[in-house]
């Protein structure tokens, strides 16, 4: 099961950079100019979770394998990338295939990289990608909605609910509103991500700031949060600088250098973690002698889609699952332990999967 983050921003704004941070690789050249990365570079980061490490402690597993998230880096957009300016259309299609949208701001002055529109002013920045975005989207509802009107006047019922969905989508997106707005019920959800709105992406605002603001931002990094806040979004504050730095250092000199500039913990796992909380997703884990291993699902999932994540036969055959919470297992020191005390319980068919249970799965060949 994969989920995509696609990293965007106006060029020059350090996306690139954060990149290669997040993946430990130069596979996307960072340069000051624009559309230095012209082709979507695409990398998979494991999701910080020390949770397995107490679980590879307690079970004595041999190997640790984290869950993992996908991020796309994508070509720097511009002002008119919607009527295709720059390389409009090629972002528009690369944006259209990820899960979420990591909205890289720059929030950091210096004379020596080159500000495409002039100036650093983060809350111009946010608005000119989501304009270009909500405009991309107009375009395609509106045309979109001549044909369903069409199928809607005959016996479409799957085109009369769409065109009910666009119909609500069509007045905030001409009033500058991003259709994540539109007000709909659970069970319409899949049909309008169906639509493949730009603007109904979740996402997450990353504050690319001096390394002397690493540790706790500034006033434009504020700035963000505060709109972040209004539209009920996600913000973090990083240093693309010092995260490209700290990425190619040893686990000892990492430590050293985050105690010197003020932090706990790299600034790119808070960008991981809140790219996983972003997309509405949990961890379960499986734990034996071999290894310890974390596995992503989407919350609500039910414990036959959560086995069907390791195997599909698993989902399949799907009888139950012994299921362990996690504070139980570490507290109790494992399998055993905890089901000496009682907590561990069998979990059928409509049982939901929580974040951090520890499972094993029964099922028919």
Known sequence: MGFKCGIVGLPNVGKSTLFNALTQTAAAQAANYPFCTIEPNVGEVAVPDPRLDDLVRIASSKEKIPTRLTFV???GLVRGASKGE???????????EVDAIAHVVRCFTDGDVTHVEGKVDPAADIET????????DLDSLERRAVALEKKAKGADKEAKESLDLVNRALPLLREGKPARLVERKPDEEKLFQSLGLMTAKPVLYVCNVDESDADKGNAYSEAVFARAKAEGAIAVVVSA?????????ADADQAEFLDAVGLTEPGLNRVIRAGYDLLGLVTYFTVGPKEARAWTITKGTRAPGAAGVIHSD????FIRAETIAFTDYTTLNGEAGARDAGKL????????????????FRFAN
Do not use: C, P
Request: glycine share 10%.
């Open 73 to 75: 880096d994508i070509a």
């Open 86 to 96: 720059g390389l409009g259309n090629q972002f528009l299609a690369n944006i259209r």
């Open 129 to 136: 990608i989501e304009t270009e975005l909500m405009l991309a």
């Open 241 to 249: 600088k010092i995260e490209s730095e700290i990425a190619v250092m």
């Open 314 to 317: 698993f989902e399949k055959g």
């Open 345 to 360: 319980r069998l979990e059928g068919k409509d049982y939901v999967v929580q974040d951090g249970d520890v499972l094993h």
